[in-house]
């Protein structure tokens, strides 16, 4: 399955759905009036670009609620964070891995 697909990218972010679909069409009318320019390739780059940069800031939230739970001695909750954390980066991995 392929997670960079706008029917996916509207799954994961619900809340942003109107504002994606408002930027989608903007970037679609402009693409259409710049003749040599691959459409689906500049889709499927901007929402690559756009999932990365939401998992960058959930591990950067997970990071600081990490070291938060660990100062207040909540070790299950450090255990259930740090999964989440693992799980993001296993992602990166894959996502730079998949990139030329």
Known sequence: MNRFQLENILADYPRLASEIDLLVFALENEIALTPG???ELLKKNFFGQFH????RRRMQILSAQIKMA???G?????????????HLSAQLSKFYIQTP
């Open 37 to 39: 320019w691959n459409l």
């Open 74 to 86: 909540r070790k299950e909750q450090v255990q259930s964070l740090s999964l989440e954390f693992n």
């Open 52 to 55: 990365l940069e939401s998992i």
């Open 70 to 72: 660990e100062a207040e």
